[in-house]
C-alpha cells in the first residue's frame, strides 16, 4: 500500500492564473496518474507520469494547459495553466504498484480547485 | 468507444442487509475489473480486483462477480452496515493500454439503520 498527500487541499483562484498542485508518495512507485473528477462526474484520466519521461496526455489533456513534472520516485505536480471557471473540479494524483496493469491504484486525498 | 454505466441513482437499505451493485459496459472485453469506494471529500480507496478467467471474488463482507458473456460485475455487500454507505466505483482496465483505467460513475450506497 501506500500513503499519498496532496498539497494544496483545497485552493480558490482567479481566471488567466495558474495553481501547481503537489503529490507525494511515501515510498518509490513507476507509475502516477492525474485524474479530475468533475462534480457528478467521473474520473477522468488526465495524464500518466512516469520518471524519467515525458508524461503521456490522454485525448482532450495537452501539456501546455496542465503541464507535469515527475523529478523523482516518489513525488510528481501537476499544473493547471490559465485556469477558467470550466478547470473548477477535484484533482487527484494516483500511483501503482506494479507494471503492465492488473494492479490496484491508491489514491490522494484529491485538491479541490474553484475558479472563480 | 468503451462505455461503462453504473446505477446513478442511489441505492437505499435497511442495515443487515445485502446491497448488491451493478456494473455495465460495452464495447470490448477487459482483462480485469476492480471496484473502489470514495467517500465524500476523499479519494477512492481500492476494495478488490477480478480478473476475466476468475467468475467470482470475495474479501470478508464483499463478493464480486465478473461475467463476461453479460459484460457486467456485481458488487455484493452482506451484512451491510451505516459505516458502508459511500460512493462505490468500478473501473476497468482500458483495453489496448492495461495499467490504464476508466472508471463509471459511481453508485451511492445509503444503509440506514
Known amino acids: 500500500s501506500a500513503v499519498i498527500s496532496q498539497k494544496p487541499s483545497r485552493d480558490i483562484c482567479q481566471r488567466g492564473t495558474s495553481l501547481t498542485i503537489q503529490c507525494q508518495v511515501d515510498?518509490?512507485?513507476?507509475?502516477m496518474f492525474w485524474y479530475r473528477q468533475q462534480p457528478g462526474q467521473s474520473l477522468t484520466l488526465i495524464a500518466t507520469?512516469?520518471?524519467?519521461?515525458?508524461?503521456?496526455?490522454e485525448s482532450g489533456f495537452v501539456i501546455d494547459k496542465f503541464p507535469i513534472s515527475r523529478p523523482n520516485l516518489t513525488f510528481s505536480t501537476l499544473t493547471v495553466s490559465n485556469m477558467s471557471p470550466e478547470d473548477s473540479s477535484i484533482y487527484l494524483c494516483?500511483?501503482?504498484f506494479g507494471a503492465g496493469g492488473g494492479y490496484e491504484q491508491y489514491f490522494g486525498p484529491g485538491t479541490r480547485l474553484t475558479v472563480t | 468507444s468503451q462505455k461503462i454505466e453504473q446505477n446513478s441513482e442511489a441505492l437505499n437499505i435497511q442495515e443487515g442487509k445485502t446491497a448488491t451493485l451493478t456494473c455495465n459496459y460495452t464495447?470490448?472485453?477487459?482483462?480485469?475489473l476492480q471496484w473502489y469506494r470514495q467517500d465524500p471529500g476523499r479519494g477512492p480507496v481500492f476494495l478488490l480486483l477480478i480478473r476475466e478467467n476468475e467468475k467470482e471474488k470475495r474479501k470478508e463482507r464483499l463478493k464480486v462477480t465478473f461475467d463476461t458473456t453479460l459484460k457486467q460485475s456485481l458488487f455484493h455487500i452482506t451484512a451491510s452496515q451505516p459505516a458502508d454507505s459511500a460512493t462505490y466505483l468500478c473501473?476497468?482496465?482500458?483495453?489496448?493500454?492495461?495499467?490504464?483505467?476508466?472508471f463509471g460513475t459511481g453508485t451511492r450506497l445509503q444503509v440506514f439503520p
Open positions: 464495447n470490448y472485453s477487459p482483462a480485469y
Open positions: 515510498s518509490q512507485v513507476t507509475m
Open positions: 473501473a476497468l482496465e482500458q483495453g489496448t493500454r492495461a495499467d490504464k483505467l476508466i
Open positions: 494516483s500511483v501503482e
Open positions: 507520469a512516469n520518471q524519467g519521461s515525458e508524461a503521456t496526455y
